[in-house]
Each structure stands twice: as structure tokens, then as C-alpha cells.
């Protein structure tokens, strides 16, 4: 599974929400960030803490956003040997718009972007 440092939305924003407001808050695309507090009682029911915390609820574009980086790399590994290998004709497959910026999308994820 691809490293949990793709940062495609505001999920920070929304964090600072939650804490600045102590409320749940939802960035644009449908990621949301919950406060709970839970209690924690023995078995006389006497409390013992109060737990507190924040859930993420991701939406399903930026859940699979692991998933997408590595079938993006899969497909154009893929492509790339296809096109290179001259099976389908001569050209440079290194000149098309379309390898261009998937190669940028991934080295700008991997942190590798100039
Ligand atoms: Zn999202």
C-alpha cells in the first residue's frame, strides 16, 4: 500500500476547524472530521476517563487515493512498455502530453517535484 503522505485535499483546514470550533467539520469534497468524547466506567459504573478524540471519514475519491497512485504507476508502467516496445509503431512516448503530466502527478506525490 502506497505511503499515507498524498495530500490532495484540505484535511488540515479541517482539522484546525475542529479545534478551533470543537464541532465536526467537512471539507469541500465530502471528507468530514468528528470530535467524540467517550466515557470510561468500571464495572460499578464509577467514570474513570474521558477519552477524546477526532474521526476521519473520508470520501470515496480521497479513500481511494492510495489505491489510485498505485494503479496509476501500474498503468503507465504498462503503457510505456507497450509504447516502447515499437509492437504499435515509432514514436516517443516521453513527448506525449499525457505521460508528461502522469510522470509530474507522481513525482509531485513521491515529493520529488522541482
Ligand atoms: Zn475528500
Redesign the pocket.
Known sequence: MAEQKISI?NLSEVFGMVEEQGQAAS?G???KADTFTKERRDEGGRLIAIESGTDLH??P??AAAPEMYEVLKMLLKHYLQLADSGDCGLWDSSEEQEVIEVKALIAKIDGRES
Request: charged share 0%; with cysteine; hydrophobic share 20%.
Open positions: 485535499c471539507s469534497c465530502g471528507c473520508f470520501c475519491l480521497h
